[in-house]
């Protein structure tokens, strides 16, 4: 089982990227799925969690710039984000929760690079 991010980039402040993140191999069910940024010096943080079943959570700082998604049909899960700040310049990991076979395990995609600068 693997999990490719992509859509990262350099965008203006104000400015909009869609992130995606699939999740290919031996795939039974995917739980939970997520995104996560580390900034330089930065600790890992939560940005946006989504359940199997369509139920989201934000950090304060993103909730209504935002938007987690999924198409379970598709294995993929998607960030739009919106009205984007300097502040969120960071590197954007995908993480989810995949049944394979019958063993359930958190698989962690590889990061994509989002810089948000004039």
């Known amino acids: 089982v693997q999990l490719q991010a992509s859509g990262g980039g350099l965008v203006q402040p104000g400015g909009s990227l869609r992130l995606s993140c699939a999740a290919s191999?031996?795939?039974?069910?995917?739980?939970?799925m997520g995104w996560y940024r580390q900034a330089p010096g930065k600790q890992r943080e939560l940005v946006a969690t989504i359940t199997n079943g369509g139920s989201t959570n934000y950090a304060d700082s993103v909730k209504g710039r935002f938007t987690i998604s999924r198409d379970n049909a598709k294995n993929t899960g998607y960030l739009q984000m919106n009205n984007m700040e300097p502040g969120d310049t960071a590197v954007y990991f995908c993480?989810?929760?995949?049944?394979?076979?019958?063993?359930?395990?958190?698989?962690w995609g590889q990061g994509t690079q989002v810089t948000v600068s004039s």
């Open positions: 993480n989810a929760d995949i049944l394979s076979g019958i063993r359930w395990a958190t698989y």
């Open positions: 191999g031996r795939i039974s069910l995917i739980n939970n």
